[in-house]
C-alpha cells in the first residue's frame, strides 16, 4: 500500500500455476472480477539458483473489493495475517474517504472531521439554516448545497422561487 498516493495493490504468488489460476477463478465467482491469469516470474538469487514462480495482482478498485471479499467477514477463530488485516484496514479507510464524494466535498469532510452527510444534517435541521446560509458557511454554490441535501435525502426549505 502507497498511502501517499492513495493506492493499494493485493498480490499472490505461488510455484503453483495451477493452484492461482484456481484462485483467480475463486476470486472471480465470489466478486466478479475478471483477471488475464498469472504470469510467469524467473528469478536468480544471489548465489545464482533460479528459481520460477507465478503472480497474479490487482489494483486500485479491485484490490479493495478482493481484500472486503477475504476480511469482511473474519470468524474469532479465522486464520489470517493481523498485519495483513491491518494493511487492508487502512487502505478501506482511505478507499472509503476517496468513494465518499466529490474532491470539494472530501475538502470539506477532512477539515470539519466528520461525513458531509453529518455536516449538511446539523447545519439544515439543527441549526435550521438555508441552503444559501449553508453554501457560505462551506464555501460552496448553494446549487451544490440543495443537490447534496437531497442526495442524502435531508429536508430542506424549496428553492426560492419568483413568481410575485
Known amino acids: 500500500m502507497r498511502e501517499e498516493r492513495n493506492e493499494f495493490d493485493l498480490g499472490f504468488s505461488s510455484g503453483n500455476k495451477d493452484f492461482l489460476n484456481d484462485l483467480i477463478a475463486l476470486v472471480a465467482k465470489h466478486t466478479g472480477i475478471k483477471h488475464k491469469g498469472a504470469r510467469k516470474r ?72 466528520q461525513p458531509i452527510s453529518n455536516i449538511l444534517k446539523d447545519l439544515s435541521e439543527n441549526q435550521k439554516l438555508d441552503g444559501v446560509k449553508i453554501s457560505k458557511i462551506l464555501g460552496v454554490h448553494s446549487s451544490s448545497i440543495y443537490r447534496w441535501l437531497e442526495k442524502f435525502g435531508i429536508k430542506y426549505p424549496q428553492h426560492r422561487t419568483t413568481d410575485e
Open 42 to 113: 524467473f528469478k536468480t538469487t544471489p548465489k545464482g539458483f533460479a528459481s520460477t514462480s507465478y503472480m497474479m495482482e490487482y489494483y486500485s478498485t479491485n484490490a479493495i473489493k478482493v481484500a472486503d471479499w477475504m476480511f469482511s467477514d473474519l470468524q474469532k477463530n479465522d486464520l489470517y495475517l493481523n498485519r495483513k488485516y491491518k494493511t487492508y484496514l487502512r487502505a478501506k479507510k482511505i478507499y472509503d474517504y476517496l468513494e465518499s464524494g466529490t474532491r470539494i466535498t472530501r475538502v470539506i469532510q477532512k477539515k470539519l472531521k
